[in-house]
């Protein structure tokens, strides 16, 4: 996201766009038409209605390369819409809630005087209450939803889906196939779908391009839990792009986070227990990803306060004790829970609390933060968003297409440090502390009477949620009925190995290439 207030790079109506690169010159394919696309794989030869046939593949549809901001809409008839298969002429076109997923991106800029986090910290804003005092803090709030309905309705269709008694094997097979965009790892070189994810982010905000190609300098990153370093093997990668003259573009540093109930017998080196596959990240990123990229193995739970402390002194000590650090770029998993599991955000609490500590304590002035939330519909979230904003000269909340659509998941884009984060550092650190001894459990981190009154930040927070409230929604109507269809003896067929059709895999290859990401050879 650069700061140069001429760059004409955008183009939407939407507000609070500016300064970045949206159009990726790929129209998104419609979600409607995915169940009966996906009865066809890549490959096969089958009849399929509507469909026709070039070479040996199948193809339901081509769209026309147009822009994604002068495609015309479809609108399903709410939220309460059930998605229907079409025939393939004329081609479809996206429905809002497609190209909400396509290019979904809201910013919100910090306007804040200077010294305004100095008052933070003042009684007038600061506070930790527990939920033995207040349980609102963790309730959905309508001034952050817009309409409770949309979450009354997700909660519904997750009970249909749970009632289902799908195995994981079987909801990711029936999610695989009503997903446009499913193929999207399948298609790159990649081993991690992080990387993708980081991928297109970047491509968006430039979060890492901003700091390479930068003569005489090099990209320091912390890479906090990165399913087998996906984050890291990225930014390595595309260091090594625009390295000049045999430079070493990127040097980091990785957190192998596997949470608070990982078995204390697995190794700690990559998320989950998983090693990193250094020699793979080496092929990738043209050099020796061993020499690029230090890996902390002093401990595996980033929701231990002693942990955190340790890990930013192994940060630091490498770069003589202070912040230097140019970006953080953190995500979690909660034991690979599905996406129809219920309290998603309050897991999330701890975990966004100690990446943040982190980041505010080893990012450089103008440095960058990115992490995942699932949901953030309730107070607290906001807060914690609200103290980490206050700290940046912008936040942007971008949706990436590799994310499941039956999830509220979505990455925060922190933009530029500025100012002294160490009072809302140490603040978030005390939080985490109660958290982790179990003193109580948290309710509210700042005044919410004050952050639901910053119209700035608010309105654009809800607005996100409820843009991505209604794209899950209909992603999981879709699931479910794909699920309920379902023949119990055809069940076994969604414990295969899922191939991609035609529709997904050309969809997936259009747009890496047009994010400028390895395409594999299939």
Same mark, same amino acid.
């Given at each position: 996201?650069?700061?140069?207030?001429?760059?004409?790079?955008?183009?939407?109506?939407?507000?609070?766009?500016?300064?970045?690169?949206?159009?990726?010159?790929?129209?998104?394919?419609?979600?409607?038409?995915?169940?009966?696309?996906?009865?066809?794989?890549?490959?096969?030869?089958?009849?399929?209605?509507?469909?026709?046939?070039?070479?040996?593949?199948?193809?339901?549809?081509?769209?026309?390369?147009?822009?994604?901001?002068?495609?015309?809409?479809?609108?399903?008839?709410? %939220?309460?819409?059930?998605?229907?298969?079409?025939?393939?002429?004329?081609?479809?076109?996206?429905?809002?809630?497609?190209?909400?997923?396509?290019?979904?991106?809201? %910013?919100?800029?910090?306007?804040?005087?200077?010294?305004?986090?100095?008052?933070?910290?003042?009684?007038?804003?600061?506070?930790?209450?527990?939920?033995?005092?207040?349980?609102?803090?963790?309730?959905?709030?309508?001034?952050?939803?817009?309409?409770?309905?949309?979450?009354?309705?997700?909660?519904?269709?997750?009970?249909?889906?749970?009632?289902?008694?799908?195995?994981?094997?079987?909801?990711?097979?029936?999610?695989?196939?009503?997903?446009?965009?499913?193929?999207?790892?399948?298609?790159?070189?990649?081993?991690?779908?992080?990387? %993708?994810?980081?991928?297109?982010?970047?491509?968006?905000?430039?979060?890492?391009?901003?700091?390479?190609?930068?003569?005489?300098?090099?990209?320091?990153?912390?890479?906090?839990?990165?399913?087998?370093?996906?984050?890291?093997?990225?930014?390595?990668?595309?260091?090594?792009?625009?390295?000049?003259?045999?430079?070493?573009?990127?040097?980091?540093?990785?957190?192998?986070?596997?949470?608070?109930?990982?078995?204390?017998?697995?190794?700690?080196?990559?998320?989950?227990?998983?090693?990193?596959?250094?020699?793979?990240?080496?092929?990738?990123?043209?050099?020796?990803?061993?020499?690029?990229?230090?890996?902390?193995?002093?401990?595996?739970?980033?929701?231990?306060?002693?942990?955190?402390?340790?890990?930013?002194?192994?940060?630091?000590?490498?770069?003589?004790?202070?912040?230097?650090?140019?970006?953080?770029?953190?995500?979690?998993?909660?034991?690979?829970?599905?996406?129809?599991?219920?309290?998603?955000?309050?897991?999330?609490?701890?975990?966004?609390?100690?990446?943040?500590?982190?980041?505010?304590?080893?990012?450089?002035?103008?440095?960058?933060?990115?992490?995942?939330?699932?949901?953030?519909?309730?107070?607290?979230?906001?807060?914690?968003?609200?103290?980490?904003?206050?700290?940046?000269?912008?936040?942007?909340?971008?949706?990436?297409?590799?994310?499941?659509?039956?999830?509220?998941?979505?990455?925060?884009?922190?933009?530029?440090?500025?100012?002294?984060?160490?009072?809302?550092?140490?603040?978030?650190?005390?939080?985490?502390?109660?958290?982790?001894?179990?003193?109580?459990?948290?309710?509210?981190?700042?005044?919410?009477?004050?952050?639901?009154?910053?119209?700035?930040?608010?309105?654009?927070?809800?607005?996100?949620?409820?843009?991505?409230?209604?794209?899950?929604?209909?992603?999981?109507?879709?699931?479910?009925?794909?699920?309920?269809?379902?023949?119990?003896?055809?069940?076994?067929?969604?414990?295969?190995?899922?191939?991609?059709?035609?529709?997904?895999?050309?969809?997936?290859?259009?747009?890496?290439?047009?994010?400028?990401?390895?395409?594999?050879?299939?």
């Amino acid at each position: 996201m650069s700061l140069d207030e001429s760059s004409s790079l955008y183009a939407d109506s939407e507000p609070g766009y500016r300064c970045t690169k949206l159009d990726s010159g790929v129209p998104p394919p419609s979600m409607s038409t995915m169940p009966l696309s996906n009865r066809n794989p890549r490959g096969s030869n089958a009849n399929v209605p509507g469909q026709h046939s070039r070479g040996s593949h199948q193809v339901q549809y081509q769209q026309p390369r147009q822009s994604q901001h002068n495609l015309p809409s479809r609108h399903h008839g709410g %939220v309460g819409s059930h998605p229907v298969a079409r025939p393939a002429p004329p081609p479809p076109v996206p429905s809002d809630v497609d190209a909400a997923m396509a290019r979904f991106f809201v %910013v919100i800029n910090n306007t804040h005087p200077p010294g305004f986090i100095e008052k933070l910290t003042t009684l007038e804003w600061s506070r930790m209450m527990s939920e033995r005092d207040d349980v609102r803090g963790r309730r959905p709030d309508i001034r952050l939803i817009g309409d409770m309905g949309l979450l009354s309705e997700i909660d519904r269709q997750k009970d249909i889906l749970q009632k289902l008694s799908l195995s994981t094997a079987e909801y990711r097979s029936v999610c695989a196939q009503s997903n446009p965009y499913e193929a999207l790892q399948h298609c790159s070189t990649f081993d991690s779908e992080s990387a %993708v994810v980081l991928g297109q982010v970047d491509f968006l905000l430039q979060p890492v391009r901003e700091y390479l190609g930068r003569p005489g300098k090099q990209l320091r990153f912390v890479d906090l839990g990165s399913k087998k370093g996906g984050f890291s093997q990225y930014i390595l990668w595309r260091a090594s792009r625009q390295a000049r003259g045999g430079e070493e573009g990127a040097r980091g540093w990785y957190f192998g986070n596997a949470g608070a109930k990982q078995d204390p017998g697995t190794d700690s080196g990559g998320g989950h227990g998983v090693e990193i596959d250094m020699r793979r990240m080496t092929l990738e990123c043209g050099g020796s990803a061993a020499g690029l990229l230090s890996v902390f193995k002093q401990g595996t739970n980033i929701l231990d306060p002693a942990t955190v402390e340790a890990f930013v002194e192994f940060v630091m000590g490498g770069n003589d004790g202070t912040a230097s650090i140019d970006l953080v770029v953190a995500e979690h998993y909660w034991n690979d829970m599905p996406d129809y599991a219920l309290g998603l955000e309050r897991l999330q609490y701890a975990y966004t609390i100690a990446q943040a500590v982190i980041a505010l304590r080893v990012l450089r002035q103008g440095g960058t933060f990115v992490f995942k939330m699932a949901e953030a519909v309730t107070p607290l979230s906001a807060e914690i968003l609200f103290l980490v904003f206050a700290c940046f000269e912008r936040m942007a909340t971008v949706r990436s297409l590799a994310s499941k659509p039956t999830s509220a998941e979505r990455f925060i884009v922190c933009n530029h440090l500025k100012g002294d984060p160490r009072p809302i550092a140490t603040h978030l650190l005390s939080a985490l502390a109660k958290i982790f001894a179990d003193q109580f459990k948290l309710s509210h981190l700042v005044s919410w009477t004050n952050v639901s009154g910053s119209k700035q930040f608010i309105g654009p927070l809800c607005h996100a949620n409820s843009k991505l409230a209604r794209t899950q929604v209909t992603a999981l109507k879709t699931v479910s009925a794909a699920a309920s269809d379902r023949k119990p003896t055809t069940r076994s067929d969604m414990e295969e190995c899922f191939s991609p059709s035609t529709l997904q895999t050309e969809t997936a290859e259009r747009l890496l290439k047009s994010w400028g990401l390895p395409v594999a050879s299939l």
